[in-house]
């Protein structure tokens, strides 16, 4: 048997809030954390600004982007399109961290499923760092400004075989 989930009246709080701040303007951590009575950055509090944030973008496409220190800040259209920017940045170091990692095993020492999930690793991150490299993103700008559309799968893996 599921129990009906109740968000605290916390995320409700903070999400009433969120859900008021005007476009292209922010909203403190300071101001966030005297609302309910707790520290938004750290540890439960934290939680509830996550899911009210999730709230206003599912429920009302509305986004913030994370002013560092300080607090939220509102974003529209063009602006939502820098939080792509800086997610393939991060995936693309993520995924070199990653292959980094992975290439201190003692290959030889691993098993055969251990070689396959290794050399599996290796193909996956190095590809994800293709993709997200600058250079391939402006590859797909150009197609998709030639389209007009976004690009299927099969597609955007032609481009990348020439």
Do not use: W
């Not at 809030?17 to 938004?40: H, M, Q």
């Not at 590809?127 to 997200?132: H, P, R």
């Not at 030639?146 to 690009?151: D, F, H, P, Q, W």
């Amino acid at each position: 048997m599921h129990t009906k989930y109740e968000r605290a009246i916390e995320t409700d709080l903070l999400y009433g809030t969120l859900r008021e701040v005007k476009p292209n303007k922010s909203i403190s951590y300071a101001d966030l954390s005297e609302l309910i009575g707790a520290d938004v950055q750290k540890n439960n509090a934290r939680g509830y600004l996550y899911t009210a944030r999730r709230l206003c973008e599912t429920d009302h496409d509305i986004v913030f982007e994370v002013v560092r220190n300080v607090g939220l800040k509102r974003i529209v259209n063009d602006d939502v399109m820098g939080v792509a920017e800086s997610a393939f940045s991060s995936i693309r170091r993520k995924a070199g961290k990653t292959i980094k990692t992975i290439k201190t095993v003692n290959y030889k020492a691993l098993s055969n499923e251990g070689k396959t999930k290794h050399n599996a690793s290796i193909t996956l991150m190095g590809t994800i760092s293709l993709f997200s490299k600058k250079r391939s993103q402006l590859l797909l700008e150009d197609k998709a400004r030639e389209t007009g559309k976004a690009l299927p799968l099969g597609k955007t893996l032609e481009l990348f075989k020439k």
